[in-house]
T-cell receptor
Framework: AQSVTQLGSHVSVSEGALVLLRCNYSSSVPPYLFWYVQYPNQGLQLLLKYTTGATLVKGINGFEAEFKKSETSFHLTKPSAHMSDAAEYFCAVSDRRSNYQLIWGAGTKLIIKP | DGGITQSPKYLFRKEGQNVTLSCEQNLNHDAMYWYRQDPGQGLRLIYYSQIVNDFQKGDIAEGYSVSREKKESFPLTVTSAQKNPTAFYLC??????????FGQGTRLTVV
């Protein structure tokens, strides 16, 4: 069965520092991979997605992620953190074996220190 | 503007009551989903529907019911059988390949 592991329920970085949120997945067939962001008391918003093609994917708000098949990873990065990036981030995977149902990671809360 | 509308944003339920959460979408998506979110537990799937007049249980369907009479609408009823309904509920819709679009959520509190 597919699964998604997000390393670290909380990640704290200083404003201006690199943001790295880790996501590893298990899937025996080519996956579609997603990162979503959730601000308090709001719904989830798509940050970026990988379906096919270029493995480095750029999203909104300066975020990007790289699909590494050999490492079964899809880590999310941003070169310089802003206070407005403080939110919860969710990684998700889908593939044809799950009939493209999204399988979710547990989420990582990003804390930005001034 | 296309999107998903959940209402109400806040809902209070007395013990033993059924309450219904509304979810409407105008994105022309076939699939719709209900998730429950508790602090530190991510998203858990309650029910989903891939076509009108058909729906399937998710991981935590007990104490909940849904209907899908129209493509645009997928209401969720939290019944009195749900013993711990206080949570944040999210509705989503999707096209093929899984990309989901979310509503703004309904926060349900038992009083």
């Amino acid at each position: 069965a597919q699964s998604v592991t997000q390393l670290g329920s909380h990640v704290s970085v200083s404003e201006g520092a690199l943001v790295l949120l880790r996501c590893n997945y298990s899937s025996s067939v080519p996956p579609y991979l997603f990162w979503y962001v959730q601000y308090p008391n709001q719904g989830l918003q798509l940050l970026l997605k990988y379906t096919t093609g270029a493995t480095l994917v750029k999203g909104i708000n300066g975020f990007e992620a790289e699909f590494k098949k050999s490492e079964t990873s899809f880590h999310l990065t941003k070169p310089s953190a802003h206070m407005s990036d403080a939110a919860e981030y969710f990684c998700a995977v889908s593939d044809r074996r799950s009939n493209y149902q999204l399988i979710w990671g547990a989420g990582t809360k990003l804390i930005i220190k001034p | 503007d296309g999107g998903i509308t959940q209402s109400p944003k806040y809902l209070f339920r007395k013990e033993g009551q059924n309450v219904t959460l509304s979810c409407e979408q105008n994105l022309n998506h076939d699939a719709m989903y209900w998730y429950r979110q508790d602090p530190g537990q991510g998203l858990r799937l309650i029910y989903y529907s891939q076509i009108v007049n058909d729906f399937q249980k998710g991981d935590i369907a007990e104490g909940y019911s849904v209907s899908r009479e129209k493509k645009e609408s997928f209401p969720l009823t939290v019944t009195s059988a749900q013993k711990n309904p206080t949570a944040f509920y999210l509705c989503a819709s999707s096209i093929r390949f899984g990309e989901a679009f979310f509503g703004q959520g309904t926060r349900l509190t038992v009083v």
